[in-house]
């Protein structure tokens, strides 16, 4: 079993930047991919960018150039920065871990065995 546990999000006002982070514990040595979803209300869960054990990371095409993900394996934690927020990017912002080695499919939620609960993104204009 693997826990994530979000942290790092809030109301903030369009323009800033935000780090969440996702600590994870349990079997973190199986854990190959770790990655960050969002949902805004209303809507499906969105790919935002993931982060294999290696480092490789892959990113939505919506936040290219304005969000990186980084990962510290030695503390079994993943970071989203988020830079230049826009009101579009407020959503409930979900970490995801994957147990099993692959090439692809990345961004297909059902990949992801473990969740956290969310850390809630608000960005006002």
């Known amino acids: 079993q693997v826990q994530l546990v979000e942290s790092g999000g809030g109301l903030v006002q369009a323009g800033v930047s935000l780090r969440l982070s996702c600590a994870a514990s349990?079997?973190?040595?199986?854990?190959?991919?770790m990655a960050w979803f969002r949902q805004a209300p209303g809507k499906e869960r969105d790919f935002v960018a993931a982060?294999?054990?290696?480092?490789?990371?892959y990113y939505a095409d919506s936040v290219k150039g304005r969000f990186t993900i980084s990962r510290d394996n030695t503390k079994n934690t993943v970071y989203l920065q988020v830079n230049s927020l826009k009101p579009e990017d407020t959503a409930v912002y979900y970490c995801?871990?994957?147990?099993?080695?692959?090439?692809?499919?990345?961004?297909?939620?059902?990949?992801?065995?473990?969740w956290g609960q969310g850390t809630q993104v608000t960005v006002s204009k």
């Open positions: 349990g079997r973190t040595l199986s854990i190959y991919t």
């Open positions: 982060c294999t054990w290696s480092g490789t990371t």
């Open positions: 995801a871990a994957d147990l099993d080695y692959r090439v692809y499919g990345f961004s297909i939620p059902n990949n992801y065995a473990y």
